[in-house]
């Protein structure tokens, strides 16, 4: 056995590669991110998940997520995610079993009470220990797989030498964030929402008041080291036309590292996002797709390719970074004022069908575009290329001068050959 794949295997017989998991915050989501090569994707319910604002799942859209996912071999997982109330427990058990009847594979979830009502009225979904448990020993690791957890989802406060530790002394699968947005809290345990806003972090109703745009005031009395009383006029901190504070975090991005996430032992790669875009899964699923695929097929040669990270900052809503996996973040990974946007490209169509003979595309519109504008269209795999707009009509072969409503279908000609939902971007202000 050559020594790369001793690095592979470790102690424990690993053949198998990772799972990349996918965020899903609609069933046109999941669809998007199973099509672009996820092995998994997490939805969430219409109770119990930490996304109450997304567009969260039916048990009849997890039916047809879960037979959709099958077809491609890929598997659903539901988060239940929240720290439960009393006034939550009602329901609780015909919730469950209603996701196990949908044909879910697994829940993702916090709460010890759901976890034991789970194992008792629902068991065939495997359990997935929440990241908002915020698992960073082995032993906290050992105590949930007896527990009956099938996998760990670690906290993202986590070093990877301490992830390859923890796959050290304990035989279970582990979850970990490779990419998407970071907590500027102690993951999990935020309450600036619920302070705020009466939306409370862990059950569901986060309003990311951290990234909000703030002013900073103070008093003539704190500065003259007195208590202010009410009434006293505040002192702006900022100057006119000062940009305000926020307390944004970059974003993490691990596709730099595949290489050692693999080595590692981790078992499932995964993306955060179900409140982000299609455009934003696809993508991103797309690049870390073919960079897992890539390392599998020839670990000794790999390289990364700078198309895939050129990939990912044409989705990306923040500058990047590698969050705690070989450091602990310091001021240079918090945004601190208003920055500029990192993702330099809007997603304007979704290829519905494709004429060969014609060599036309019918197209969905999601953006304002035109003849004459330069667009990229994408699709798994890394299928890629770049057109001018030519003359566009609508479905009934009227010419337009623009695709300006919301999902109109619009008919074009297209300079390659293109499949149902390959995707149509273009850069902004072009």
């Not at 592979?8 to 672009?36: D, N, T, W």
């Not at 698992?135 to 906290?155: C, I, P, S």
């Not at 944004?248 to 590292?257: A, G, Q, V, Y």
Request: glycine share 8%; proline share 5%.
């Amino acid at each position: 056995m050559n020594s790369t794949k001793e690095a592979l295997l470790g102690k424990r017989v690993r053949l198998e590669k990772p799972e990349l998991l996918a965020p899903a915050g609609s069933l046109e989501k999941l669809k998007f991110a199973v099509h672009y090569g996820a092995d998994a994707v997490y939805i969430g319910g219409q109770q119990y998940g930490l996304r109450s604002n997304a567009d969260n799942f039916t048990f009849e859209e997890m039916r047809e997520g879960v037979e959709f996912a099958e077809r491609y071999g890929a598997k659903v997982f539901v988060a239940t995610n929240i720290y439960a109330h009393n006034e939550d427990i009602s329901g609780l058990e015909d919730y469950l079993r209603g996701i196990q009847d949908a044909g879910v594979h697994a829940i993702i979830v916090a709460d010890p009470i759901i976890i034991e009502t789970c194992k008792r009225v629902a068991p065939k979904l495997e359990i997935h220990l929440s990241t908002q448990q915020s698992t960073m020993n082995w032993q906290a690791v050992q105590f949930w797989k007896e527990d009956g957890a099938e996998r760990v989802v670690l906290a993202r406060e986590v070093s990877m030498e301490e992830i390859e530790e923890i796959k050290r002394k304990v035989d279970i699968e582990i979850e970990v964030f490779v990419h998407g947005a970071m907590c500027s809290s102690y993951s999990g345990r935020c309450v600036l929402s619920n302070h705020f806003t009466d939306r409370d972090s862990n059950r569901g109703g986060c309003s990311q008041s951290c990234r909000w745009k703030y002013d900073l005031f103070t008093t003539e009395e704190e500065l003259a080291g007195a208590s202010p009383q009410i009434g006293i006029k505040e002192l702006p901190l900022f100057q006119e036309g000062d940009n305000p504070f926020s307390m944004s975090s970059k974003d993490l991005c691990m596709i730099e590292h595949i290489p050692a996430l693999i080595r590692s032992g981790v078992d499932s790669f995964k993306i955060e996002g179900r409140m982000k875009s299609v455009h934003y899964v696809a993508t991103v699923v797309n690049a870390y797709r073919q960079a897992i695929d890539a390392y599998f097929a020839d670990p000794e040669n790999y390289e990364l390719k700078p198309e895939w990270l050129y990939e990912i900052q044409k989705a990306a809503n923040r500058p990047l970074n590698t969050g705690f996996f070989y450091d602990h973040p310091g001021h240079e990974d918090h945004i601190f004022e208003p920055e500029d946007k990192a993702a330099p490209y809007d997603f304007v169509g979704v290829v519905l069908a494709y004429d060969e003979a014609e060599g036309t595309a019918l197209i969905q519109q999601r953006n304002h575009f035109k003849p004459g504008q330069e667009v990229e269209f994408f699709g798994p795999g890394g299928t890629f290329f770049k057109q001018t707009v030519p003359a566009i009509t609508n479905e009934a072969g009227d010419p337009l001068d623009a695709a300006r409503h919301p999902l109109q279908p619009i008919r074009m000609k297209v300079e390659q050959p293109v499949q149902p939902l390959d995707m149509m971007r273009k850069k902004i202000g072009k």
